[in-house]
């Protein structure tokens, strides 16, 4: 069996079929409604093939068709395909203040999504207990044409692929907790882990800043510090245990802050978002409003408190360092900053540019792209998602 522009080929008819279901659902869920003439294009497969295997999907409540391509084609209307909005994901992702609860259909879209403040940083088991109550309550508000496909759980900690396990989650507190697993006795349902920058990447590669773009550092900045995903080859670099990508405990600053990892003068100790919150005069509770803030602070014609902007140089330079490596060791066509790190570099965007000038080679940034993640504060919901879809994407039948 092997594979030719995503279409499976062999002797074997039914694996044929599912691996052809499998193309035609992931074309359908990341490219928001193409059309049946669309898939046959991008597929190779003849018309009379994508009809029967759009009509399977359908069959199996996984896409719907809605409406007709109207873009002028010579011959008749397309059918347009859509990825079913009754077939969700449950998205989970504890905080050092908080856990975010989301439901998220195949289509992408966000349907529910609830912020569940904590007075400290909650246990795995306060985690476990705080989201399958909030499951609960979040399906039981559905009517029956929905149907959850699985948990995405995704955590700001070393998180190993083979079983889930939590290894360390530094900010929480969380060491060797079997977070996945206690969540899914809990719930009842099947449950997908992973580190949430890992998720990030895997979301604004799919569906934001970085569509279609096959090498991507996504880096975000957030409450537990800072985190990393790569992607190369189209594909998410996740390591030997699935700890690549630990970006924010780099060195940056040789006579830095000791950080928890145990080294000193790391990303993430040398870049907080604490730092801009106080000198924005902003609380942790005011954090969803540091982006306008600091924007606003920043705005053309403003003056620039000096502090504040010593400040921003500052953690842009240490940031310049950090990517002017990745850059170096990756040769990556875009970096993509979310959370925190995506205002700092909105706030100045040519301070971080003219840095990493002076920090990777001339070859390894040549065409590089920086751009702030498109995905907004749902971000790690729909990375999380992500997690979820994945078994149901390879396997529709």
């Known amino acids: 069996m092997r594979s030719i522009g995503g279409v499976l080929n062999g002797n074997n008819l039914d694996q044929v079929r599912r691996g052809n279901l499998s193309t ?35 069959q199996l409540g996984l896409v719907v068709e809605a409406g007709w391509d109207q873009t002028n084609q010579v ?17 989970v992702r504890p905080e050092l203040d908080a ?6 259909a195949l289509d992408g879209t966000v349907i529910r999504r ?21 499951i609960s309550e979040l399906l039981g508000d559905l009517d029956a044409s929905y149907r959850p496909v699985a948990i995405g759980l995704v955590v700001p900690g070393l998180v190993r692929e083979s079983d889930g396990l939590v290894s360390i989650a530094p ?8 977070v996945a697993v206690m969540l899914q006795e809990a719930t009842g349902l099947d449950v997908y882990s992973a580190n949430d920058a890992n998720a990030g990447a895997i979301a604004e590669s799919t569906f934001g800043a970085g569509r279609g773009v096959s090498e991507l550092i996504y880096l975000n900045g957030g409450a537990s510090g800072i ?18 990508g630990e970006l924010g405990h780099t060195l940056v600053n040789s006579a830095g802050i000791a950080c928890h990892c145990g080294s000193s003068g790391c990303l993430e100790t040398e870049v907080s978002r604490q730092q801009l919150l106080e000198a924005l005069g902003l609380s942790i509770g005011d954090a969803e409003r540091l982006d306008d803030v600091l924007l606003a602070a920043f705005a053309p014609g403003a003056t620039v408190p000096s502090a504040l902007a010593e400040l921003v140089e500052r953690q842009l330079g240490f940031l310049a360092i950090a990517l002017g490596n990745a850059t170096n060791l ?17 706030a100045a965007p040519g301070v971080l540019d003219e840095a990493i000038r002076h920090h990777a080679m001339a070859a390894t940034r040549d065409g590089l792209v920086i751009q702030r993640a498109a995905l907004g504060s749902n971000i790690l919901m729909i990375g999380a998602a992500e997690l979820a879809f994945a078994d149901l994407l390879g396997n529709p039948a």
Do not use: C
Not at 32 to 52: D, H, K, Y
């Open 227 to 244: 985190g990393g995903g790569i992607v190369i080859g189209g594909d998410l670099l996740r390591g030997a245990n699935g700890f690549a």
């Open 171 to 178: 900010h929480l507190g969380w060491s060797d907790e079997p």
């Open 114 to 134: 609830v912020h569940r403040e904590t007075e400290r940083a909650p246990t795995a088991r306060e985690a476990v207990d705080i989201a399958a109550a909030e």
């Open 330 to 346: 990756f040769n990556p066509r875009m970096i993509v900053l979310g959370g925190f790190l995506g205002s700092l570099y909105g």
């Open 99 to 104: 856990i975010d609860i989301g439901l998220v």
């Open 75 to 91: 011959g008749r209307p397309s059918p347009i395909i859509r990825a079913s909005g009754k077939r969700i994901a449950i998205a």
């Open 24 to 58: 035609v659902l992931g074309l359908v869920h990341t490219n928001g409604a193409p059309s049946r003439a669309w898939l046959t294009r991008e597929t190779g497969l003849n018309r009379s093939t994508i009809a029967a295997l759009v009509a399977e999907l359908v």
